[in-house]
């Protein structure tokens, strides 16, 4: 069993910046295929983003590319998504995930093929 908690969310103007951290516990993170995932109020949970084992690869949702950055520190079992220049749209509770399924990031992160969640952060960007 992984137990994930998430940390870093708030309230932040458009423009601002946050941190994202997912902190795990139970078993050694560097065995999961990590992912961020965020689910606006009345719409489906999204992928954002996605991280390999060894950090070595990375995925990103077209909607955040050039202005969130996952990242992963395995001795300190904790995945990060640090994200600027955040807009309105980007409000949304967000979710890190583990799957220790292997394969492409953008097949393997899906919202069916997590094996463990946290239990989200909520993100509010104010206009």
């Known amino acids: 069993q992984v137990q994930l908690v998430e940390s870093g969310g708030g309230l932040v103007q458009t423009g601002g910046s946050l941190r994202l951290s997912c902190a795990a516990s139970?078993?050694?993170?560097?065995?999961?295929?990590m992912g961020w995932f965020r689910q606006a109020p009345g719409k489906e949970r999204d992928v954002v983003s996605a991280?390999?084992?060894?950090?070595?690869?990375?995925y990103y949702a077209e909607s955040v590319k050039g202005r969130f950055t996952i990242s992963r520190d395995n001795g300190k079992n904790t995945v990060y998504l640090q994200m600027n220049s955040l807009l309105p749209e980007d409000t949304a509770v967000y979710y890190c995930?583990?799957?220790?399924?292997?394969?492409?990031?953008?097949?393997?992160?899906?919202?069916?093929?997590?094996?463990?969640w946290g239990k989200g952060t909520l993100v509010t960007v104010s206009s």
């Open positions: 995930a583990a799957t220790q399924k292997l394969g492409p990031l953008s097949v393997v992160v899906t919202l069916n093929r997590m094996d463990y």
């Open positions: 139970g078993r050694t993170l560097g065995g999961y295929t």
């Open positions: 991280i390999s084992r060894g950090g070595t690869s990375t």
